[in-house]
């Protein structure tokens, strides 16, 4: 079991960063694959970016390339994603999740590769 919750959220302006942050608690942290997605109003909750279980690997969507950073530090039992050059279009609500089971690189940008979610945290950007 992992329990998760979010936090780092608000109001931004664009052009602005922010990091969000993810605590987990659970004995099985280390042994998670860990990911962000992120859903706007009236739309469906989409991939953001995922972190190996050493946090050798991370993985981002198109939409956040270059504009964000994953980080994990599995002895606090955290998860960071840090994003800058904010985008109107960045406004959501920012879920975490935690994957334990194992599959390839691909499968973890969508939510079936994922057991456990955060309750979330919203990111407003202004323009």
């Known amino acids: 079991q992992v329990q998760l919750v979010e936090s780092g959220g608000g109001l931004v302006q664009a052009g602005g960063s922010l990091r969000l942050s993810c605590a987990a608690s659970?004995?099985?942290?280390?042994?998670?694959?860990m990911g962000w997605f992120r859903q706007a109003p009236g739309k469906e909750r989409e991939f953001v970016a995922s972190?190996?279980?050493?946090?050798?690997?991370?993985y981002y969507a198109d939409s956040v390339g270059g504009r964000s950073t994953l980080s994990r530090d599995n002895a606090k039992k955290m998860v960071y994603l840090q994003m800058i050059s904010l985008k109107p279009e960045d406004t959501a609500v920012y879920y975490c999740?935690?994957?334990?089971?194992?599959?390839?690189?691909?499968?973890?940008?969508?939510?079936?590769?994922?057991?456990?979610w955060g309750p979330g945290n919203q990111v407003a950007v202004s323009s």
């Open positions: 999740a935690a994957g334990g089971a194992v599959y390839t690189v691909s499968i973890y940008a969508t939510r079936r590769a994922y057991s456990y």
């Open positions: 659970g004995r099985t942290f280390s042994s998670n694959v």
């Open positions: 972190i190996s279980r050493s946090g050798g690997s991370t």
